[in-house]
């Protein structure tokens, strides 16, 4: 009887260990899922065009006279988007600015270096990224 007691008690432990470790895997799932998005939404990821156009060539055998009009295609659309939101890219930067600003408002004069040193980050992703698009157009 105590031997089948014991089954029971070690079969419910390995059970409960089993449902922990789905549970803690959903919420570290969760939780990575939720910091790469933000991450990935400081800066508007555009793939390179070539990856595209390799993209559209698998899936639909493009011939190469099809590759590279797709290739100007995806330069003239990317131009025409590039065009249609450059003026807004003023306003865009004094909201960024005002935001900041109300940020440093709360902060404690001990965040304060850590804070900008993360905007310092941000602004240099954000620069790299513009970089790499413009160079990929």
């Known amino acids: ?15 409960v260990v089993f449902v922990l470790g789905i549970l803690l895997g959903g919420v570290a799932d969760h939780i990575y ?28 055998n493009l011939t190469p006279a099809q590759q590279q009009q797709l290739g100007v295609i995806i330069s003239e659309t990317r131009s ?5 939101y450059a003026p807004l890219e003023p306003k865009r930067e004094q909201i960024r600015q005002e935001g900041r600003d109300k940020i440093r408002a709360m902060l404690t004069p001990d965040q304060m270096p850590k804070f900008q040193q993360f905007m310092d980050e941000l602004d240099q992703r954000r620069k790299k990224e513009k970089e790499r698009q413009e160079a990929d157009k």
């Open 80 to 84: 025409r988007w590039h065009d249609l």
């Open 33 to 60: 899922g939720h910091t790469h998005a933000r991450e990935k939404s400081v800066v508007v990821q555009q793939r390179p065009k070539q990856e595209v156009v390799d993209e559209f060539t698998h899936k639909l």
């Open 1 to 15: 009887m105590e031997n089948n007691t014991r089954g029971r008690e070690a079969a419910l432990l390995v059970f």
